[in-house]
Nanobody, 113 residues
Framework: QVQLAESGGGLVQAGDSLTLACAAS??????????LRWFRQAPGKEREWVAQ???????YYKDAMKGRFTISRDVANNRFFLHIASVQPEDTAVYYC?????WGQGTQVTVSS
């Protein structure tokens, strides 16, 4: 079983960069997870998949996220990250990490224009 905790959210200005972190604890190493995923849920909208990383290190992004979003991992410290370059107001959402069907509690990102 794994427990996840996101951090790094907050109020940022459009154009800033932001890195969210997901710390995993428990018996599961993120290096052996089926996939490391980030999702987000904007106000009034359904939760949407943003990015994922497979054990091989291969990364995949939703088409609309390509170019500004980067998923990475720190296996030694059992953490993975989502870097967002040049945040935009439409990036305002609660961001969730997901490992093997386990969810974190989410971290709020609010972008001011």
């Amino acid at each position: 079983q794994v427990q996840l905790a996101e951090s790094g959210g907050g109020l940022v200005q459009a154009g800033d960069s932001l890195t969210l972190a997901c710390a995993a604890s428990g018996r599961t190493s993120i290096g052996s997870a089926l996939a490391l995923r980030w999702f987000r849920q904007a106000p009034g909208k359904e939760r949407e998949w943003v990015a994922q990383m497979l054990p091989s290190g291969a990364t995949y992004y939703k088409d609309a996220m390509k170019g500004r979003f980067t998923i990475s991992r720190d296996v030694a410290n059992n953490r993975f990250f989502l870097h967002i370059a040049s945040v935009q107001p439409e990036d305002t959402a609660v961001y969730y990490c997901n490992v093997n069907s386990t969810w974190g509690q989410g971290t709020q990102v609010t972008v001011s224009s």
